[in-house]
């Protein structure tokens, strides 16, 4: 079962008798020497299961017997407080290590660590912020407070530090979701979060919408993207306006930079159009960026196939929304299998049936154009066939071509293959603007 434990450190100072402010309102503790006993009193009593307070020889012979008695003054008795001698002695670094162990060694998984900074000695903050980190992350311990009793401060409040402990979980996980597009340790942080400066991002709401995001990303959700981005951004810069926390806003701001280039500029209609081509190039990218090769390569595909239905469609407000979502599915794939002879070096693309005939009729034109004005035979078969490649080796894994691994020089493959996917739309963009013209 898991357990609130507060951990303190015993120090040597002559203390003085004060009043301490909670740092969760405007309570006080009674007069005290010790915070020790402050924190104590302003927990319920019935809120800690264990105290653990550590102290070195000086420490204990100087002031534990007046701490025993005034903890015992406020109900809690000597068996309630478990007091561990820690060695003075920090030229041995085999000493600090043995801090280390002497404090992970008192947690079980899942319990909650209440700890109390106020009187460091030497090097115990920085033995125990390196302690904190080891078992948030190994034991799943919950940190729910860093209370420092700042006796020499008017008030004499007891500052809880907490965020400062947490920040290192922050940064990780907003640089998974920034740098792989994995949200999950986001989420958990944030779920962790009651209080603090991040608390506002503990929201059910918030975490959907950025998982929603990420899921379609890496899922290459290629229709659903720029709705889910749009909806989930909004979302986003809805929260960051409303906190009044400086540290939230900065998270938030990072995904925000990160995901933007998934949204487009009008907002997409759903017509095969320029803008739709361009964001697909932009996701593409990210997926790789994220070394989503698989994917990315995937996409690569799809994008080709998309191209052939802009082109078919070139100047209409065909949509791959409702009945015609299926159409435009079935001219795709024809237009790749069109490209394909390419690839196979075969004079013509020979059809099976009538409709396989129409479907091609009506590419005819779009291939000619991609071929004879936007790209060469020998780029678009070197394009289809890096990409056949690629993806016939991830799916089959160690039976097919990857079976000795995924090729050294996948990323300027993929760079390379960009190149040509980017010069098709740069040269349809240049048309565009000169039909303008």
Known sequence: ???KIFVSFLGTGKYESVSYKSWKGDSRASDTRFVQRAIIELYPKSQLDAIVILETEQSRDKHEQDLRDELKSIG???DDVDFELISADVSNLSMTWKWFELLQSKFENGDTLILDVT???RMVPIVFS???AYLKRVKNVQLEAVLYGAHDIEGKPIIDLKDFYTISDWTEGVGRLVDSADASFLRKTAENESGGSFAGLN????????ESLTSALRNVELQN???KARTSLELIENFRARTQSEMEKQVLSMVLERFRPLMSYPPLDGTYSLDYLKLQLRLIQMLADYKLYMQAFTAMNEWLGSLGVFLMKRGTDFRFTGRKEKTARKHADMFLAMLDVIVR???EFITNSDNEAKLKASLDGAYRLLLEKYSADEEIANLLDQSKNIRNGFNHGWTGTHRNGAPEDLGNIFANAMATLNKIVNKIE???IAAKD
């Open 225 to 227: 993207i720029e709705q």
């Open 76 to 78: 809690v008795s000597i």
């Open 130 to 132: 390196a302690a904190v």
């Open 345 to 347: 070096q075969r004079k």
């Open 203 to 210: 929201n059910k709401e918030l975490l959907d919408s950025i």
């Open 119 to 121: 009187h460091g000695f």
């Open 1 to 3: 079962m898991a357990r």
């Open 430 to 432: 240049q048309d565009e």
